[in-house]
């Protein structure tokens, strides 16, 4: 079975430029989320998808970050302007219907210069 | 504000014996409680979980207890083996999880 992909590894943008991470969840997956990581942290949930609807927005920063969920399934997370404070491993998860467990991709690792 | 704690930064422990990695949480709604384990450059991968209705669950290798009135679990490695090196994180919740900090396992052999 196919794991969660995300596109690209890493990004190296300056400071004020915009960017758009990718995600493919597992096939059959209804929920997906979007989790920061900072060097030194754990993930931190910015998104919570079920189906194509957000479930959970609470801690995105709605003034630069957006995501959204194409047809249920790949989405995209987008920053736009990037701060340096921005640099951080953004991860993409997906959990099947009526499971808790999520099953995380590679990650993007991001660094704002 | 960390819902989510674990302590210890490092762990260092012998091959073959246990390694004890210790989380604590901070609100008593959390009903549903995971460790991940994390290579480098990879993202975390499901270890083992376990529910409020428990105590204990085991899988091989991995055990995690939970301890409700203290808001702590607990994950037992036994024995543990070099390959088990890596960054462990507990997570809790239900809806949303909270991921504490981690812990870095090295096992020397």
């Known amino acids: 079975e196919a794991g969660v992909a995300q596109s690209p590894r890493y990004k190296i943008i300056e400071k004020r430029q915009s960017v758009a991470f990718w995600c493919n969840p597992i096939s059959g997956h209804a929920t997906l989320y979007w989790y920061q990581q900072i060097l030194g942290q754990g993930p931190k949930l910015l998104i919570q998808?079920?189906?194509?609807?957000?479930?959970?927005d609470s801690q995105l920063p709605k003034d630069r970050f957006s995501a959204e969920r194409l047809k249920g399934v790949d989405s995209t997370l987008k920053i736009q302007p990037a701060k340096l404070e921005d640099s951080a491993v953004y991860l993409c998860?997906?959990?099947?219907?009526?499971?808790?467990?999520?099953?995380f991709g590679q990650g993007t690792r991001l660094t704002v210069v | 504000d960390q819902q989510v704690k674990q302590n210890s930064p490092s762990l260092s422990v012998q091959e073959g014996r246990i390694s004890i990695l210790n989380c604590d949480y901070t609100?008593?709604?959390?009903?549903?409680f995971l460790w991940y384990k994390k290579y480098p450059a990879e993202g975390p991968t499901f270890l083992i979980s376990i529910s409020s209705i428990k105590d204990k669950n085991e899988d091989g290798r991995f055990t995690v207890f939970l301890n409700k009135s203290a808001k702590h679990l607990s994950l037992h490695i036994v024995p543990s083996q070099p390959g088990d090196s890596a960054v462990y994180f507990c997570?809790?919740?239900?809806?949303?999880?909270?991921f504490g900090t981690g812990t870095s396992l090295t096992v020397i052999p």
């Open positions: 997570a809790a919740g239900g809806n949303q999880f909270y």
């Open positions: 998860a997906s959990s099947p219907p009526g499971g808790t467990e999520a099953f």
């Open positions: 609100n008593s709604m959390f009903d549903y």
């Open positions: 998808f079920q189906n194509n609807g957000v479930v959970d």
